[in-house]
């Protein structure tokens, strides 16, 4: 039997459709996400990771690796040189006041270390390890310009290192690679007078600065060429800067972000990072945190590349997820681990259930999962991976162990793994369960 539609359906479904019309005029174009986020990815086959920052032409390195080298061990003193005071500094000999080494005799030493670290590794892989890798820092050197000493010892002696690919000298001091604060005057993270420095000062580097990376990539080419596999990179959140490289390159990605047009009606046809003291409008603000977090980007890739025109591959491991570890998906999104260090809160890095001791016989208990941190990267869509740094030391209440006992250990490396990461941790201390 033949029905026509009910005019009031006609009506209604008229009704429905200019709705949608009408609602759909209204949408605008979703803003890009600040936190890129991409396809799902499913758990990875976990891995160990163990940061033993001991030397490994120590004989005894290995010992405690008897039953088998965790997937990615973190050595100690791989890189020739040092990384924050290069490869002319003897710092115990500074601080007691005793004449340093001559230059050949610093020469001497580092052709010894970049001699010896390729056995260290064939000793780390015979023992199980896929990835040996050192440290460097995003950021810091170690000197006194007045006295020349530290890093600018090595400055002012850079060619003696000519047999070791070292790339013409820079011609500015590294006085000028710092970060700068917006009055200009260096920006120093931690603090100038930092005591593992001493008799020296702590200094903290651009890595928008050309010369700086001079120096990076050097150390970086070295490192790979004794059989490094990669780095970890310390302090890779650490930009504060203002100097005139960053200013300059800030300028070009405002560029390349609005037109000529929107560059009048919203900064004013002014590009500089800062107008002053409580002048910047969010969106000045918000462009310098994008234009750092694509810098820090920017350099990690560069690490990655320059180890890898060497090493064929480079595993790039910063640490910087500490409070906020959305950047697994900004600026560490192409690197393979990223850390959360964790280390200034109450119960630290370390899995498990902690107890907190409140006065004598009373304590409280606490469970100290780091899920939400490993979730970012799966939330995130994003190919690195997140680390969260277990160690000793959390709750400084339990003097007996800070912590740390084999229980800890194993959900250390666990939790992590869980999540297709490196799972960690770090035997600052050594206790007899380790072994
Ligand atoms: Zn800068």
Redesign the pocket.
């Known amino acids: 039997m033949h029905t026509s539609t009910p005019p009031y359906r006609i009506a209604l479904a008229c009704t429905v459709v200019s709705s949608c019309l009408a609602w759909l005029g209204t949408l605008q174009a979703a803003p890009r996400c600040m936190v890129p986020t991409g396809e799902y990815l499913p758990t990875q086959p976990p891995y160990t990771y163990v940061l033993d920052r001991r030397s490994p032409h120590g004989a005894d390195y290995f010992d405690r690796y008897r039953t088998g080298c965790p997937t990615l061990i973190e050595t100690g003193l791989l890189t020739p040189g040092h990384p924050y005071f290069g490869p002319m500094c003897d710092l115990a000999a500074l601080r007691a006041g005793r004449p340093e080494k001559a230059t050949e005799e610093f020469v001497r030493q580092y052709r010894e270390n970049r001699t010896r670290a390729p056995e260290a590794i064939r000793r780390a892989r015979a023992a199980g390890a896929k990835w040996v890798t050192t440290y460097i820092c995003m950021m810091t050197t170690g000197g006194d310009p007045e006295k020349r000493t530290g890093f600018w010892r090595f400055y002012d002696n850079w060619d003696a290192f000519k047999p070791f690919h070292i790339p013409d000298r820079p011609p500015s001091d590294p006085e000028n690679w710092q970060?700068?604060k917006v009055d200009g005057a260096p920006y120093i993270a931690y603090r100038r007078a930092h005591p593992p420095y001493s008799p020296m000062f702590r200094w903290t580097n651009?890595?928008?600065?050309p010369n700086w990376l001079v120096y990076q990539r050097w150390v970086t080419e070295e490192a790979a060429r004794v059989g490094a596999d990669g780095f970890f990179v310390d302090n890779a959140g650490t930009?504060r800067?203002?100097?005139?490289?960053?200013?300059t390159?800030f300028g070009e990605w405002l560029r390349s972000r609005y037109t000529a047009g929107e560059l009048r009606e919203l900064f004013d046809d002014d590009l500089s990072m800062s107008r002053g003291r409580d002048r910047d409008s969010d969106l000045r603000r918000a462009e310098v945190e994008l234009f750092r977090q694509e810098?820090i980007h920017r350099f990690l890739g560069k690490i990655r590349e320059w180890g890898a025109a060497i090493r064929g591959r480079f595993f790039v491991f910063p640490n910087g997820l500490h409070r906020c570890g959305y950047h697994i998906a900004t600026r560490f999104r192409d690197c393979d681990l990223a850390m959360h260090e964790n280390s200034s809160r109450e119960y630290g890095g370390n899995a498990g259930v902690l107890r907190k001791h409140v006065i004598a016989g009373l304590h409280v208990k606490h469970l100290n999962d780091h899920l939400l941190a490993f979730k970012y990267a799966a939330g995130t869509g994003a190919r690195c991976r997140s680390n969260m740094f277990s160690y000793p030391g959390h709750p400084k209440t339990d003097l007996a162990n800070l912590g740390a006992n084999a229980k800890a250990y194993a959900l250390g490396v666990a939790g992590p793994a869980a999540f297709g990461g490196g799972g960690c941790y770090a035997p600052t201390r050594n206790h007899a369960w380790l072994g």
Not at 206 to 209: A, K, T
Not at 241 to 247: H, P, S
């Open positions: 970060q700068r651009c890595v928008n600065n930009l800067c203002y100097c005139r490289c960053c200013q390159r810098s």
